[in-house]
Each structure stands twice: as structure tokens, then as C-alpha cells.
Antibody, heavy 121, light 106 residues
Framework: EVQLVESGGGLVKPGGSLRLSCSVS????????MSWVRQAPGKGLECVGR??????????DYAAPVKGRFTISRDDSKNTLYLQMNSLKTEDTAVYYC????????????WGQGTLVTVSS | EIVLTQSPATLSLSPGERATLSCRAS??????LAWYQQKPGQAPRLLIY???NRAIGIPARFSGSGSGTDFTLTISSLGPEDFAVYYC????????FGGGTKVEIK
């Protein structure tokens, strides 16, 4: 069974930075398209961004609210996905899930357990 | 941005009953619609993709239908493990999710 494990969440002040990691196992990571999806407390779901595999061009796309502030990257040698978050705002407070994409672009077929990011002064 | 509106917000049913959940899109998404199940404290789980295709491992009691702007998720006979929140999601444009329908025990 595919395993995705996020880490790096925590409490950060507005304007601060945080880097999330997602370690993937039992999965051919280097050909996988991956995504970050977040869920504010008690709220619905929002796709933050998606990165294609390097063999498919490595294209990265971001949601409008995070474009220019968040950066998705991957290290295929470590089977790890990253989310660098800069200039954090209170509205970025959420559980951040790492997901794989399957059955078509932007369908999220495997999910990690999530890591909580709290932006507060 | 395509807005997905789910109804009802809460569905109160007994085990063994049939559940019918609705998702309406603000503009056509063709068949690019998925359904997810989320239980408290857990990540969502993909149930249905492309409106009517079950993901691997999803029981046959879950079925999806619809195209364009109106979609339905049907659970033919509710098992105790099916009480959860269900979200629809479109990928016709930048992905967006509905607000969810909570299926609770009556």
C-alpha cells in the first residue's frame, strides 16, 4: 500500500516561513504527479498546487491565493515532495495534505495523514 | 472559478437505507467530477472519478452519475462505516471542491 507521510507543520507568525516535507514509499515516486491540498479547520478542501513528474516536464501550477508565496519541489532521489511556504498569512492556517494524482490530472488518489500549519501572532 | 454546491448539507439516515447526494456546478464540468469520503480525523478518500468510475477498492454500493452541471453520488445500502462527510470535486478548470454533505446516523 502506498504510504505518504507529511512533516514540518507547526506554529509560525504572520509573514514567516515554513517548509513541509512528504516522504513517499511503496510507490514509483519518480513518475508520479503529486499535489498539496489543504483544509482550514472545520472547512472544505483547497488544492494548493501540483507538480508533474520530470519525465512529463516537471510543470508546476499553483492556486491563485498562494502563487508567488509557495513553492512546490521534489527530490526523486529521496522520494520526497516539498512545500516551501513564505510570507504566510493567517488564512493559510490549515491541515496540509500531500497527495498523489491518479486516474487523470487533478484527481487525488492517495493521501497522507496531513500536517497542521497554524499562522498566528 | 467553478463553484460546486452540494445538497443537502446534512443527510440523516439509518443503516441499510439508500443515500442520494447531489452536486451542482456553476458551469459545465463535462464528466470531470470526483467524489471523496472523509471521516473525522482522517484524510479524504477518493471514491469516484470521471463522474461514474469507482476507484480501485471502492465497494460496488457506491455509484456516481451525471454530466455537465448536475451529479449524484448514490450509496445503495448504508453500512455503519459509510457515515462520513462526502465532497465532490471538479477538474475541468483549476480544481475546486464542494462544501460537503454530512451523512449522519438517524
Amino acid at each position: 500500500e502506498v504510504q505518504l507521510v507529511e512533516s514540518g507543520g507547526g506554529l509560525v507568525k504572520p509573514g514567516g516561513s515554513l517548509r513541509l516535507s512528504c516522504s513517499v514509499s511503496r510507490f514509483t515516486f519518480n513518475v508520479a504527479w503529486m499535489s498539496w491540498v489543504r483544509q482550514a479547520p472545520g472547512k472544505g478542501l483547497e488544492c494548493v498546487g501540483r507538480i508533474k513528474s520530470k519525465t512529463d516536464g516537471g510543470t508546476i501550477d499553483y492556486a491563485a491565493p498562494v502563487k508567488g508565496r509557495f513553492t512546490i519541489s521534489r527530490d526523486d532521489s529521496k522520494n520526497t515532495l516539498y512545500l516551501q511556504m513564505n510570507s504566510l498569512k493567517t488564512e493559510d492556517t490549515a491541515v496540509y495534505y500531500c497527495t498523489s494524482i491518479g486516474y487523470g490530472d487533478y484527481y487525488f488518489d492517495n493521501w497522507g495523514q496531513g500536517t497542521l500549519v497554524t499562522v498566528s501572532s | 472559478e467553478i463553484v460546486l454546491t452540494q445538497s443537502p448539507a446534512t443527510l440523516s439516515l439509518s443503516p441499510g437505507e439508500r443515500a442520494t447526494l447531489s452536486c451542482r456546478a456553476s458551469q459545465s464540468v463535462s464528466s470531470y467530477l470526483a467524489w471523496y469520503q472523509q471521516k473525522p480525523g482522517q484524510a479524504p478518500r477518493l471514491l469516484i472519478y470521471d463522474a461514474s468510475n469507482r476507484a480501485i477498492g471502492i465497494p460496488a454500493r457506491f455509484s456516481g452519475s451525471g454530466s455537465g452541471t448536475d451529479f449524484t453520488l448514490t450509496i445503495s445500502s448504508l453500512g455503519p462505516e459509510d457515515f462520513a462527510v462526502y465532497y465532490c470535486q471538479q477538474r475541468s478548470t483549476w480544481p475546486s471542491f464542494g462544501g460537503g454533505t454530512k451523512v449522519e446516523i438517524k
